[in-house]
């Protein structure tokens, strides 16, 4: 069995910083590409940033390109978030995911392609 867990949500005020970290373990799992999406009340799941293994390679959601970066740690399949100049828009549950199958480009963006995921952590950001 899969887990994955994320940790390092909280009330931040507007233009302040959080980060988000995550965790995938399972006795035999090896990821190929970790994610961050995100759900705001009434609104649909939307890709915020994910992170390929292969190549290091990371993509974006326009609405956070420049202010969010996703990178890895040391440990095997962990990754972190770190938001900066938050934005009240930004309040949501931040999900992190992991899947199994390669993805590059806008491949990552779809949840559908995620096998493994967390269950949740809420971000609000206060204007």
């Known amino acids: 069995q899969v887990h994955v867990v994320e940790s390092g949500g909280g009330l931040v005020q507007a233009g302040g910083s959080l980060r988000l970290s995550c965790a995938a373990s399972?006795?035999?799992?090896?990821?190929?590409?970790m994610g961050w999406f995100r759900q705001a009340p009434g609104k649909e799941r939307e890709f915020v940033a994910a992170?390929?293994?292969?190549?290091?390679?990371?993509y974006y959601a326009d609405s956070v390109k420049g202010r969010f970066t996703i990178s890895r740690a040391n440990a095997k399949n962990t990754v972190y978030l770190q938001m900066n100049s938050l934005k009240p828009e930004d309040t949501a549950v931040y999900y992190c995911?992991?899947?199994?199958?390669?993805?590059?480009?806008?491949?990552?963006?779809?949840?559908?392609?995620?096998?493994?995921w967390g269950q949740g952590t809420q971000v609000t950001v206060s204007s």
């Open positions: 995911a992991a899947r199994r199958d390669y993805c590059s480009g806008y491949g990552c963006h779809d949840h559908g392609g995620y096998d493994y």
């Open positions: 399972g006795r035999t799992f090896s990821s190929s590409a």
């Open positions: 992170l390929s293994w292969s190549g290091g390679s990371t």
